[in-house]
């Protein structure tokens, strides 16, 4: 049976990290996990290694596709040749324990049922900004697929090497969930969106947040302008 790979994108995470790693290594069929400190200041890299982590790090931040595009390459390096690719199971670094419940994400990929599934939060942390960029994104795949998801940034999510590979080259930065759901859908492979009992971090409201939702804007405006799923 296909084993999974978890695959976490982190930057200066060095608080969760560790919980996230721990919860992550006890799912089921999941054996390798690996993190890759994306230019963090901190002690992320160490702290996910002590966990038990494989860690690979970038030099610089290159945002989160590039991240996931390094974790998905390191496991195909150490897949077992001739046999069949592990399936990529994409966490958020801050989930801390509450990554244990990603389990229902990873079994509809391992039956074939779905060749990627999205996580939706089952509790909703209340976010500090006004949902903009849900929407837009939310809008924009429903305009360029007919599907209207109902977490479309959600970045825990479970997919076949196949799907993966069929999805490259990713969006950039913050796109990258956006783009992957349009190309999948309009590429004709299978997206279900299964409830877990999640839960991260919100965005606050200073300067640091609306910083962060303004480039998450741009990233995932571009992701659609690109294929042509941009209201104008």
């Known amino acids: 049976m296909t084993g999974t790979a978890v695959i976490i994108p982190a930057k200066d995470e060095a608080d969760r990290i560790g919980a996230t790693v721990a919860a992550a290594r006890a799912l089921p069929y999941v054996d390798l996990v690996v993190v ?14 002590a966990a038990g982590a494989r860690v690979v790090r970038h030099g610089r931040n290159r ?66 900004g006004h949902g903009f960029v849900v929407r837009l994104a939310r809008d924009g795949i429903q305009r360029a697929t007919g599907w209207t998801p ?36 309009r590429k004709g492979f299978r997206v279900r969106e299964v409830e877990v009992e999640m839960a991260h971090r919100a965005t606050g409201t200073d300067w640091r947040a609306q910083l962060h939702r303004t480039r998450q804007f741009r990233d995932v405006a571009r992701a659609l302008l690109a294929r042509r799923a941009l209201r104008v």
Do not use: W, Y
């Open 63 to 128: 945002g989160k596709a590039a991240a996931m595009e390094s974790g998905a390459e390191v496991v195909r390096l150490l897949d077992v040749e001739g046999a069949e690719p592990r399936h990529l199971l994409f966490l958020d670094a801050d989930l801390g324990e509450t990554a244990h419940t990603a389990a229902p994400l990873i079994e509809p990929v391992r039956t074939g049922e779905a060749d990627m599934t999205i996580a939706v939060f089952a509790t909703r942390v209340k976010l500090g």
């Open 36 to 49: 890759v400190d994306d230019g963090s200041a901190d002690r992320t890299g160490l702290v996910a290694r």
């Open 150 to 185: 109902a977490q479309p940034l959600n970045g825990q999510r479970c997919l076949t090497r196949a799907a993966f590979e069929a999805a490259r080259p990713l969006a950039h930065g913050f796109g990258v969930e956006t783009g992957l759901t349009i190309d999948l859908l």
